[in-house]
């Protein structure tokens, strides 16, 4: 998967680490699904878990990763 061309790869690593110290299960998601590419139902079955809880921790991971990245409290 290409990055965005315009990413701060910096910004989004310093957030992921953000991320994974307060929600570990969401950051997985991001590793499994942005970066390995997996599918929500491939990264259910490597989790342990349902497809519907993986499209949960995906949604708010975005949601929290855009807020974080756009310089917004992610609180």
């Not at 910004?11 to 969401?26: G, N, Q, R």
């Not at 997985?28 to 993986?54: D, H, K, N, P």
């Amino acid at each position: 998967m290409a990055l965005e061309p315009d990413l701060d790869v910096i910004a989004l690593d310093s957030a992921l680490e953000e991320l994974t110290a307060t929600e570990p299960e969401s950051a997985r998601v991001v590793e499994l699904r942005y970066f390995g590419g997996l599918s929500i139902e491939e990264t259910a079955e490597v989790m342990g878990t349902s497809a519907s809880s993986v499209t949960r921790l995906w949604t708010y991971a975005r949601a929290w990763l855009f807020r974080s990245l756009n310089g917004h409290s992610a609180s």
